[in-house]
T-cell receptor
Framework: DAGVIQSPRHEVTEMGQEVTLRCKPI?????LFWYRQTMMRGLELLIY????????DSGMPEDRFSAKMPNASFSTLKIQPSEPRDSAVYFC????????????FGQGTRLTVV | GENVEQHPSTLSVQEGDSAVIKCTYS??????FPWYKQELGKRPQLIID?????GEKKDQRIAVTLNKTAKHFSLHITETQPEDSAVYFC????????????FGSGTRLQVQP
């Protein structure tokens, strides 16, 4: 298995532009998580899905952020419009079950908004 | 919701010495406690985990202890090596409320050769 696959690996965009981050979870995993990592705030949970259904989006910072999981093998995190303070590494992770199982992280997307 | 605190934020040891990282959590319903290692520019990767029905778990040079009464758990690395240098994160998750991992703030471990 190739593991959790994220794209792009790096994204540089101008303030105000729309950014879409993509994630393919490990096949057979039914839970998917989006985290954001910054020096100041560490690893923050943004949103997570179970069986493609959003369970908790209370970590999404603002309405500018949205996430979807149209099927079991694909999820997107969209920022519209982007701002410089959104610059961070965004990780997607998946696990076989929602509870008490290991979460496997993707390589992350390093987003820079200028 | 769950709150996980981790100490110390940085730790420097000599090669061969032991390293201990401690975490406390707030939600008594939490029952799964993994530890992740993140090397520079890489993804976090699980190194060991423990569930609430166990007090201690060991895997070669790495061990984790859990005290549910006090709501704290610790990572112990013995005979440290330069390749152990990384940032280590503890996390906690329960069966109720937010059923996703809440991470500590991380400990940067530097093993001096």
């Amino acid at each position: 298995d190739a593991g959790v696959i994220q794209s792009p690996r790096h994204e540089v965009t101008e303030m105000g532009q729309e950014v879409t981050l993509r994630c393919k979870p490990i096949s057979g995993h039914n839970s998917l998580f989006w985290y954001r990592q910054t020096m100041m705030r560490g690893l923050e949970l943004l949103i997570y899905f179970n069986n493609n259904v959003p369970i908790d989006d209370s970590g999404m910072p603002e309405d500018r952020f949205s996430a979807k999981m149209p099927n079991a093998s694909f999820s997107t995190l969209k920022i519209q419009p982007s701002e410089p303070r959104d610059s961070a590494v965004y990780f997607c992770a998946s696990s076989r079950e929602l509870m008490n199982t290991e979460a496997f992280f993707g390589q992350g997307t390093r987003l820079t908004v200028v | 919701g769950e709150n996980v605190e981790q100490h110390p934020s940085t730790l420097s040891v000599q090669e061969g010495d032991s390293a201990v990282i401690k975490c406390t959590y707030s939600d008594s319903a939490s029952n799964y406690f993994p530890w992740y290692k993140q090397e520079l520019g890489k993804r976090p990767q699980l190194i060991i985990d423990i569930r609430s029905n166990v007090g201690e778990k060991k895997d070669q040079r790495i061990a984790v202890t859990l005290n549910k009464t006090a709501k704290h758990f610790s990572l112990h690395i013995t005979e440290t090596q330069p390749e152990d240098s990384a940032v280590y994160f503890c996390a906690a998750r329960g069966d109720t409320g937010r059923r996703a991992l809440t991470f500590g703030s991380g400990t940067r471990l530097q093993v001096q050769p």
